[in-house]
């Protein structure tokens, strides 16, 4: 679009904020003495860490042409615009086709739902800048292309229809707009003039809108953050801002950059939760709120040439193991550019759905298990992966395969009063306590599933270890 156009809307935008124009729904007022920025919720995270499985969906421009700009791959396909050093104002004519003419919210909202997810982040605005809904101060949005709808005011119609917590991915990072800084190393485009400050004003601007014109949203997820422009003052300011229109609204810590190796007292990142991106850390993130984000195959963005998907028996390994480091997990879906999720995706979502349908116990609501001896096979050369999770009165063990014969479990000391396969039943379970822990002996026969949950219950508090 016309930088005078962006430069008159920022400048509107700073001007309403400036005479501090104020959200249709703010928050109530801090008790006297008490800054706007502390007022926090008694436990906003409450719903978050039970629901342990979201949906991400990497949607935008980059999705039509799927990583292939001028008959080329581009690798990491929502970064093409980057990788394949393309002006912005090339990029900017792929607008000018945007039309995701298959483009189906309450579909996208129904496959998230039968795959077991219990959350959906959408990219509203990714770092090319083009936005998805619409906004009063850009031309850069789906709005201002043949397609002309609002993704995101279709999104939440369909996640309030399907009882759906939804979620906004918002970037910092903007490659488009004339007043974001810094430009791309191998960018020609004039920044003379620019004026962070304004896009500041500008982003300021779009976030009051996702958070005012599409009733609850349950989560903030930013990105971008990590460029010399953006520092930690504004990270607590933006924490505020957001948090006046939507008191409840979970932030991750993508908000912020990174804390400092010589922090001072009393130092606080901003954000609820620490984001660890396409891996699951070895130990968890013990005394953290974190969540995975985790691609299908090997891109965020639709890929053309990635055909590379999980299979859904690797997706549950995934799940069970997030979990059982008390972790959320994200999953990424990239619709292609006509708005349709790729087969792939649908198939491997609509497994670990049903095996959640079976297995969900295991999973919602549930907290991770770190044990201290590994429970393992007596005499056994090959000892079995066995993961986690528990309840209060609730141990669920996840086995990768299913051995027969007795598992030792070291750390629990108490007898169940119950054992069974979950979705199994029929299958025997015997258990004793001996002097080396737990006993559980398991059937030859295993059951008919990809990842087999064994489910104990207790009679009183679970204890592990100790």
């Known amino acids: ?50 629901a342990k499985f979201g949906m991400f969906i990497h949607f935008g421009l980059y999705s039509a042409p799927g990583g292939e700009w001028n008959g080329k791959a581009t690798g990491s396909h929502e970064w093409m615009r980057h990788n394949a050093k393309i002006p912005d104002e090339a990029y900017a004519r792929l607008a000018d086709t945007f039309n995701p003419a298959a483009f189906d919210a309450d579909a996208w909202v129904r496959t998230a739902k039968a795959a077991g997810q219990r959350y ?44 759906m917590k939804l979620g906004w991915y918002y970037s910092i990072m903007d490659w488009h707009h004339p007043d974001y800084l810094p430009r791309r190393d191998w960018e020609q485009r004039d920044a003379s003039g620019a004026d962070f400050g304004r896009y500041v004003a500008f982003m300021k601007a779009q976030l009051h809108e996702l958070l005012t014109k599409y009733g609850d949203i349950a989560v903030l997820w930013f990105d971008g953050q990590w460029e010399s422009t953006w520092t930690h003052a504004a990270a607590l300011e933006l924490e505020a801002f957001c948090r006046r229109l939507m008191p409840n609204v979970v932030i991750n810590d993508r908000v912020d950059v990174a804390v400092p190796k ?9 954000g609820d939760y620490t984001t660890p991106e396409l891996t699951v850390p070895e130990r968890g993130l013990p005394g953290q709120e974190w969540e995975t984000c985790m691609t299908m195959n090997g891109n965020w963005g639709y890929a053309k040439d990635d055909q590379a998907y999980k299979p859904a028996p690797v997706l549950l390994r995934l799940l069970a193991e997030t979990a059982s480091k008390g972790g959320n997990l994200l999953l990424n879906v990239g619709p292609d550019g006509d708005g349709r999720f790729p087969r792939e995706c649908t198939e491997a979502l609509g497994q670990m759905g049903a095996w959640l349908r079976t297995n969900g116990s295991a999973i919602y609501g549930t907290r991770g298990v770190a044990f201290g001896d590994a429970p393992y ?25 299913w051995t027969g014969g007795a598992l030792v479990l070291p750390d629990v000391r108490q007898a169940p009063r119950a054992a069974r396969v979950l979705g199994a039943e029929e299958v025997p379970l015997a258990w004793e306590r ?11 026969r295993g059951p008919d599933t990809p990842l087999a949950v064994v489910q104990l219950q207790f009679d009183s508090a679970l204890r592990i270890g100790g």
């Not at 001996?434 to 030859?444: H, S």
């Open 1 to 50: 679009m016309d930088r005078r156009d962006f430069l008159l809307q920022g400048t509107t935008a700073a001007a309403a904020l400036a005479l501090g124009a104020r959200p249709p729904r703010a928050a109530a007022p801090a008790a006297p003495g008490v800054p706007a920025d502390s007022v926090r919720a008694p436990d906003r995270l409450a719903w978050w860490r039970d």
């Open 120 to 163: 959906l982040v959408f990219t509203t605005k990714h770092h090319e800048g083009f936005a998805l809904f619409d906004s009063a101060v850009s031309r850069y949005t789906a709005m201002h292309t043949p397609f002309r709808r609002d993704l995101c005011a279709e999104l939440a119609r369909a996640c309030r229809k399907h009882g």
């Open 262 to 270: 010589e922090a001072p007292a009393g130092y606080r990142r901003a």
């Open 377 to 401: 096979r007596p005499g056994a050369a090959t000892q079995p992966l066995v993961r986690a999770t528990r309840g209060a009165q609730t141990l669920n063990l996840f086995l990768d395969a």
């Open 434 to 444: 001996t002097p080396e822990g737990l006993t559980i002996t398991l059937d030859t």
